[in-house]
């Protein structure tokens, strides 16, 4: 069987609620295995990410993050590979920037769609990097009558941002959340920059910038005032700053992250009342790279037969 080699013109085939769809799908089949490797280099990270899944499949996934690259290159680069379930052959290759993309923006898509409430309209996008532009497309597609606001360090990053996709800028972090009923953190920030009493209630925030163990976009205050959810306790409670190290203080226990996608179906992956300020740390586990890798597989073979 030759490969597949799925490149970035897939991308016309695809949808937002219906890759949140295949991550329910995907989330009740088994439980996954996975396994992760960093190794580092100052700033520069090599991340290997494994996947496996019963009756679905297996891929490997591969990204470097290289934040010191020069303006014309990516800072995270990388290679995807999807193996067939039961025999384990390489079924396809994906461009990496595709998978990542809609990986990450679809978690905190489908996060969104359960914690948010159904009619918040003011969605405040922080950060102004490729990562914030798939969440303004992604939010669109549950969101339709949204407005967008973008708020970033750099005031010429959230004017570039905004003149691209049609949204306002807030340079004043604290007056832009207090509109703000959906929050997207999408910063490489190791210091928090969210702040819990600048928060209204029924806010909706989705994390999704920090990756590493000594990164952090929200501040203690954010967690211990918020129903804290995340899309796998595996990947992310010991390995991602935004809870390991507030953990390790003991500001917030275990016990205090409610429930994550496996949980969905048991109903716990939802808020209380329409006053709760929900969390959902975005981990991007590889067992989501590779129910994202197939349904993009799926998406592409539908159009080439």
């Known amino acids: 069987m030759t490969p597949a080699l799925i490149g970035p013109e897939a991308e016309a085939q695809l949808d937002w609620i219906g890759l949140t769809e295949a991550f329910l799908a995907g989330h009740r089949l088994p439980r996954a295995e996975v396994a992760d490797s960093f190794l580092y280099r100052g700033a520069d990270t090599l991340l290997t990410r494994s996947a496996l899944i019963d009756g679905l499949g297996m891929l490997v996934k591969a990204a470097t993050i290289v934040p010191g690259n020069a303006p014309d290159l990516p800072t995270v680069n990388g290679g995807v590979m999807l193996m067939e379930d039961r025999t384990g052959l390489l079924s396809a290759v994906l461009d990496f920037a595709l998978v990542t993309k809609w990986k990450t923006a679809g978690d905190s898509l489908l996060a969104a769609r359960l914690l948010a409430r159904p009619e918040a309209r003011e969605i405040l996008i922080c950060g102004a990097g490729k990562v914030a532009a798939a969440m303004i497309e992604a939010y669109r597609a549950a969101f339709p009558a949204a407005r967008f606001t973008v708020w970033n360090r750099s005031a010429s990053g959230a004017e570039a941002l905004a003149a691209a996709t049609g949204a306002r800028v807030k340079l004043n972090l604290e007056t832009a959340l207090g509109t703000a009923e959906i929050v997207a953190g999408t910063t490489m920030a190791k210091e928090p ?113």
């Open 193 to 305: 920059w969210l702040r819990g009493d600048w928060l209204q209630p029924g806010t909706h925030i989705d994390l999704i910038g920090a990756f590493r163990p000594d990164m952090r976009e929200a501040d203690d205050a954010t967690l211990r005032r918020a129903r804290l959810f995340c899309d796998s306790r595996a990947t992310t409670l010991h390995h991602i700053g935004e809870f390991r190290d507030p953990l390790a203080r003991g500001v917030i226990a275990e016990a205090d992250v409610i429930a994550d996608f496996y949980d969905i179906a048991a109903g716990r992956f939802t808020r209380d009342s329409a006053e709760d300020i929900t969390l959902c740390k975005n981990g991007g586990g590889a067992h989501l790279d590779l129910m994202t890798a197939s349904f993009i597989r799926a998406c592409w073979r539908s159009r080439q037969a």
